[in-house]
């Protein structure tokens, strides 16, 4: 049985962290996988989340199972965290998940079981997994304009002309805020463009929120899908803990299906229990009850906000700096956008040619498509990768 698989196509993310590891420069420079790096290089665990995690080995009494959609804590502080107060607690159907990848994998389950013909429109270029797990799923993945590269913006204007072509039925993926692989987010205005056109063609929304807290702060983060999920009949909001809690590898997320009409909670509940029964039974909890913990407990509440507050701070300085330096190199303004975007990541609209020499000459790895991860740099290597950018771009 084994002999009639095929080979499947590699996840180009870790597949360029693997050729990272073993190149054998000292002065190479890691901006490829979306984590989350300190001044050092490090990625160390968040001080809140890690006292949580010491009063939690001292109350733990039991592993036993929980409810299928995990932790009801759980479900309550992240509904709040997300949607603060756009929508009442009773039109929030909420599943725990492993990771934001789990949510947006049970979110397109959901989609297929109630239209087997939806189709899902998504922003071009948007997260690959998206893409693959659409195509494992055989849902059609149709795109629609979201990045102009001429300015390294969001393309609003045919976004939106895409956007009115989307029929009731078929669903539209935003991603909530710092856009992936771009870093080009919407304004509050286009946000309001964009519900606006969903409420007139009666297509439904879908978030993927997986950076909370990286761009504008905590709230404005979250103002998109605030407005969508206030407003919209129905919306699908899968969030990841991974980034803004710093716990990648505990598998952190949740799924939550928004209903103006609170009857519909109920129905959607039970299916989001029966997806979780279907695939894995329960989600997993010690990520989940550290996100409780921390978002429950006023102290420790204070403690990330601040330390996830430097880390937005200190990728901002490194975007203005980046920005600067490649000015300052270029002559130019035409590197311009990459203080605007916002989040972990840039798109620098480099060609594949451009970015093999980076990676081969100047040892500087990015994804082939030239996105980079702004937290991979540090003050004293963004003069070299913008001296390296100058040098293959020029
Ligand atoms: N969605 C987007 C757009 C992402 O970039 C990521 C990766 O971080 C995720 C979802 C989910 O990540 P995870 O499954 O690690 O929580
Ligand atoms: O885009 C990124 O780099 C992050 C991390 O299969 C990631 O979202 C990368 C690949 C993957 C899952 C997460």
Not at 26 to 42: E, M, N, S, T
Not at 257 to 284: G, I, K, M, T
Not at 318 to 336: K, N, V
Request: hydrophobic share 40%; charged share 25%.
């Amino acid at each position: 049985m084994l002999g009639a698989l095929r080979d499947q196509p590699a996840d180009k993310i870790l597949t360029l962290m693997q050729t990272f590891a073993q190149d054998p420069r000292a002065d190479k420079i890691d901006l490829g996988v979306g984590v989350y790096r300190d001044a050092a290089g490090a990625t160390p665990i968040m001080r809140a989340v890690k006292e949580a995690e010491r009063q939690w080995w001292e109350e733990e009494t039991t592993k036993s199972y929980l409810g299928l959609v995990g932790d009801p804590g759980f479900a309550d502080a992240m509904t709040e965290l997300v949607l603060g107060d756009a929508v009442g607690r009773e039109q929030v159907a909420a599943a725990g998940t492993p990771g934001g990848t789990g949510a947006v994998r049970q979110a397109f389950e959901l989609i297929r079981m109630a239209n087997p013909r939806a189709r899902v429109h998504v922003p071009d270029p948007t997260w690959p997994n998206h893409l693959s797990i659409l195509a494992h799923l055989g849902i059609e993945a149709v795109p629609y304009r979201y990045f102009y590269d001429a300015t390294g913006g969001v393309d609003a204007d045919g976004m939106l002309t895409d956007l009115a072509c989307v029929p009731r039925g078929d669903v539209v993926l935003l991603h909530g805020c710092c856009h992936n692989p771009t870093g080009a987010d919407l304004n509050p205005a286009e946000w309001r463009a964009v519900v606006d056109t969903l409420n007139r063609t009666g297509a439904t929304p879908m978030i993927d929120i997986a950076y909370q807290g990286f761009g504008d702060g905590l709230d404005a983060d979250a103002a998109g899908a605030r407005m969508i999920a206030g407003r919209c009949a129905e919306t699908l909001i899968a969030a990841s803990c991974s980034k803004n809690f710093g716990i990648y590898r505990e598998r952190t997320g949740i799924l939550l299906a928004v209903a103006q009409e609170s009857r519909l909670r109920a129905v959607a509940q039970d299916n989001l229990a029966h997806l979780n029964r279907q695939n894995y039974s329960f989600p997993p909890d010690h990520g989940a009850r550290l996100v409780t913990k921390v978002l429950g407990d006023a102290m420790l509440r204070a403690e990330w906000q601040a330390e996830l507050e430097r880390m937005r701070r200190s990728m901002l300085g490194l975007r203005a700096q980046l920005a600067e330096e490649l000015r300052r190199l270029s002559g130019s303004d035409r590197f311009g956008f990459v203080a605007q975007h916002r989040g972990m990541f840039t798109l620098l609209g480099l060609s594949p040619a451009q970015v093999a020499r980076l990676r081969e000459e100047h040892g500087v790895y990015m994804l082939g498509d030239s996105r980079i991860n702004v937290a991979g740099l540090s003050e004293r290597t963004v003069p070299v990768l913008a001296r390296a950018v100058v040098e293959v771009s020029g």
